[in-house]
């Protein structure tokens, strides 16, 4: 089932040269918990989910309807939105190939017969990984230029700064690097599973990253906290979730789960609060938080958990509006409740 989940409308601060983490946690617990949608409910428009393993579904918020879109597959986190919310980049089973086509399945076009995955970097411009993990920079007039992507997980959006992972000392480390010259330009620390999501804000002025951090040597319980780079910058980091729940783990195994508002200016994400060193037992429910990038603040939104959070938690997607946030997962004690 898909839910929306309102939000509390936060004061920004604009301009501000740096970002003060906070350790104090405003919690917002609405007194009926989580809600079912009805038909209609705002900000209405469309939600692009799957409800089986046949096809990219369409459901319509505003009639509650939903149908399959013939001539795809179930893409989970491949589907990529243009930056204008228009367009939808899918991989076409029919012609085993990546098509673009609006968002209620019609206008499809061709994209790319070579590719694993079709990313929009800019207004009109894609980014082609290919199978090989090679990658093309295709510019609206259809000129492509080849980008070296070795080890590169991640390309910042309007530019060519990319996240690259490293084998350093037996460990593996992220790093941000320039792909004009395959020069590292700033350290971001270990990658280390269920400890390394990441993910550019729309656009590409920002990287935000989570990163482990060692609470006891002892026994090797590590948290996590998020962390801000921005080009020309030295990371930053704009969280103290430690402080405030002791070891917690901020959303699961796939690494590029950060939640970035559409105006770039919070960040939605899961925490889970930790028991023991192993990140994928002994844990408490999943809790969405959002983080205001410019002041640093950081609400709970403490009106639903979820159990479903390893080896990851339901996606986050905001609304256009940056109003609400949509997710799947189970309602308690709906017997009709479902993904």
């Not at 939808?88 to 190939?97: H, I």
């Not at 019609?106 to 994209?111: A, D, P, Y």
């Not at 007039?141 to 997980?153: A, K």
């Not at 403490?302 to 080896?311: I, K, L």
Request: aromatic share 8%; hydrophobic share 40%; glycine share 10%.
């Amino acid at each position: 089932m898909v839910k929306w989940l309102a939000l509390a409308a936060l004061i920004l601060t604009a301009g501000a040269p740096r970002v003060e983490a906070q350790s104090d946690i405003a919690r917002l617990c609405p007194p009926t918990g989580i809600q079912t949608a009805g038909r209609g409910y705002p900000p209405g428009g469309i939600i692009l989910t799957q409800f089986d393993r046949t096809a990219i579904w369409v459901y319509n918020v505003d009639t509650g309807s939903r149908y399959p879109l013939p001539d795809t597959v179930p893409c989970g986190r491949g589907c990529r939105l243009s930056p204008d919310g228009r367009w939808l980049a899918y991989f076409n089973a029919r012609l085993n190939a990546y098509s673009r086509m609006r968002v209620d399945g019609t206008g499809r076009e061709l994209l790319s017969t070579s590719a694993s995955d079709v990313v929009w970097w800019s207004d009109g411009s894609l980014f082609i990984w290919t199978p090989a993990h090679n990658a093309l920079l295709r510019r609206p007039n259809g000129s492509e230029r080849p980008i070296d992507v070795h080890s590169v997980l991640s390309v910042q959006p309007n530019g060519l700064l990319g996240v690259r992972v490293r084998l350093s000392g037996g460990n593996f480390t992220r790093e941000i690097v320039d792909l004009d010259t395959g020069i590292t330009v700033v350290a971001l620390g270990a990658d280390r599973a269920y400890f390394n999501a990441h993910a550019w804000s729309p656009d590409g002025s920002r990287l935000a990253f989570v990163s482990p951090v060692v609470l006891n040597p002892n026994s090797g319980m590590i948290g996590s906290e998020i962390f801000l780079y921005t080009p020309r910058g030295n990371p930053q980091p704009v969280t103290i979730l430690n402080a405030a729940y002791g070891a917690v783990r901020i959303n699961g195994l796939s690494v590029g789960e950060l939640s970035w508002s559409p105006d770039g200016s919070r960040i939605a994400f899961w925490v889970t609060e930790m028991s023991s060193a192993d990140p994928t037992g002994n844990l408490g429910q999943a809790i969405i938080h959002v983080l205001d990038v410019n002041t640093g603040a950081v609400t709970a939104y403490c009106g639903y958990g979820t159990n479903e959070h390893t080896p990851n938690p339901p996606r986050l997607v905001w609304s256009p509006d940056g109003n609400h946030l949509a997710f799947g997962g189970i309602v308690p004690d709906d017997a009709e409740s479902g993904y």
